[in-house]
């Protein structure tokens, strides 16, 4: 099973062990477009601050966050499982995990990344702050600058398992499974059901739905489920507690799309 997760926008302080070492980190196959962006975004943040800011989105309150990038090579680094933070990690709790569960968690879990394409949580790495939506200088577009090299990596790390993707769209938008990798891939929405004057309404809550994907792959990781494909991952997540709504696609070499739905929003 491999687990595609999103990351954080908000991240740890960088840590104290060694310096970034890009040969290090795994899916060796995206190393040069991972040295191609990282360049860039050293570059953009050693020159005008204003227009690295401007570039990278952030406010005036965040203008640390340039002088943080313009050290990256330098910068000290912690497990990828340590830096992301935010709702989704806190429910996660990687730390917290038994030695099975993180060896498990070693294995499976990949989260996309504007700045390094995609890196297990094991994959040391300093803090940075440069979202999919951005757009650099030199590569342009990291949605789309990242297709190429992901289209020929990811489907190797695939392997011939089930894909659980939780990735959010501007992530999602850099690599889209295709043919039979997207067969046994799952797309998971979390539903919040309330009945009001009678009536089932269901809605999607941002904050809801993040902590709940934490809470799946949490469950998932811990009680050693191992869905071969979808359809085992609904009958997994069944045996878990959730409520889970799956058809198959109409046509093959599509996605599955699972809803979860829950009553109780903690």
């Given at each position: 099973m491999l687990v595609l997760l999103p990351p954080?926008?908000?991240?740890?302080?960088?840590?104290?062990?060694?310096?970034?070492?890009?040969?290090?980190?795994?899916l060796?196959?995206?190393?040069?477009?991972r040295e191609t962006v990282l360049t860039e975004l050293v570059e953009l943040c050693t020159g005008d601050e204003g227009k690295a800011r401007e570039v990278l989105g952030l406010s005036e309150g965040l203008r640390g966050e340039v002088?943080?990038?313009?050290?990256?090579?330098?910068?000290?680094?912690?497990?990828?499982?340590?830096?992301?933070?935010?709702?989704?990690?806190?429910?996660?709790?990687?730390?917290?995990?038994?030695?099975?569960?993180?060896?498990?968690?070693?294995?499976?879990?990949?989260v996309f990344s504007g700045l390094w394409g995609a890196v297990r949580v094991t994959d040391r790495i300093p803090s940075y702050r440069c979202s999919m939506g951005v757009k650099l200088p030199g590569p342009g577009a990291l949605a789309a600058y990242w297709r190429t090299p992901m289209a020929s990596v990811l489907p190797e790390a695939a392997g011939d398992g089930l894909v659980?993707?939780?990735?959010?769209?501007?992530?999602?938008?850099?690599?889209?499974?295709?043919?039979?990798?997207?067969?046994?891939?799952?797309?998971?929405?979390v539903l919040h059901s309330q009945i009001v004057d009678g009536v089932e309404k269901r809605s999607v809550v941002s904050h809801f739905n993040k902590a709940t994907k934490g809470r799946i792959v949490r469950a998932l990781l811990t009680e050693g489920a191992a869905p071969k494909d979808p359809a085992g991952l609904v009958e997994a997540l069944r045996d878990l507690g959730y409520v889970v709504e799956a058809e198959p696609p109409g046509r093959a070499g599509r996605p599955w799309a699972l809803d979860v739905v829950v009553t109780e929003i903690h």
């Open positions: 954080s926008e908000g991240k740890a302080a960088a840590g104290r062990g060694a310096p970034l070492r890009p040969e290090s980190l795994s060796p196959g995206l190393a040069a477009a002088a943080k990038n313009a050290g990256l090579r330098t910068a000290g680094t912690r497990p990828a499982g340590e830096i992301y933070t935010g709702v989704l990690y806190d429910a996660l709790d990687l730390a917290s995990l038994d030695p099975s569960a993180k060896r498990r968690a070693a294995r499976s879990l990949l659980l993707d939780l990735r959010s769209s501007a992530y999602a938008a850099a690599w889209k499974p295709k043919g039979e990798v997207a067969g046994r891939t799952a797309t998971v929405r």
